[in-house]
């Protein structure tokens, strides 16, 4: 083959690859957290368990929690991609931008009480066999900085 027809070859293969839609994890499921490898410790908290549900660019996440003060159970929906403003009851504002960083879903909130701005950034990622989903998450707020990681578990 000569180079021009190896170039012409090659260009092909990649605006080939370039066209295929790059296929996202799905992370809907019911997740719990394994607490002995999570590195987020709590005394109070007995169990952690996520239900998601991911429809295109539609996500809703139901967590519950069982702590020393019993069950909560909370829903949260977002559109990944589009930037999503809200006050809780105290009129604290939220904003939370939902989007993609290759295979990873990254949520960052900027939330803003009467005198203080609470930042936060937390990473999913799911294992390549998809039985484990590690949240990351880094908060910044007047108390300082801190880490943590959940290690949650289909179930």
């Known amino acids: 083959m000569t180079r021009k027809s190896i170039a012409i070859c090659l260009a092909a293969v990649l605006l080939t690859a370039a066209a295929v839609p790059q296929v996202r994890p799905d992370f809907s499921g019911t997740w719990k957290q394994n607490m002995e ?35 909560r159970t909370y829903d949260r929906t977002y559109v990944i991609g589009k930037e999503d403003k809200s006050k809780d009851g105290e009129g604290d504002q939220r904003t939370t931008n939902v989007t993609w960083n290759g295979n990873t879903l990254v949520f960052e909130s900027v939330e803003k009480e009467r005198d ?34 959940y290690v949650l578990e289909k179930q």
Do not use: C, F, M
Not at 44 to 69: A, C, F, M, P
Not at 122 to 136: I, P
């Open 37 to 71: 490898k999570s590195a987020t410790k709590s005394s109070w908290l007995k169990s952690y368990t996520n239900k998601i549900e991911q429809q295109g660019t539609n996500l809703k996440v139901t967590t519950t929690t069982v702590g020393d003060r019993g069950e």
């Open 116 to 149: 203080a701005t609470l930042t936060s950034k937390e990473v999913w990622a799911l294992s390549e066999d998809g039985k484990t989903l590690t949240k990351n998450i880094h908060r910044t707020g007047p108390r300082g900085d801190s880490d943590q990681q």
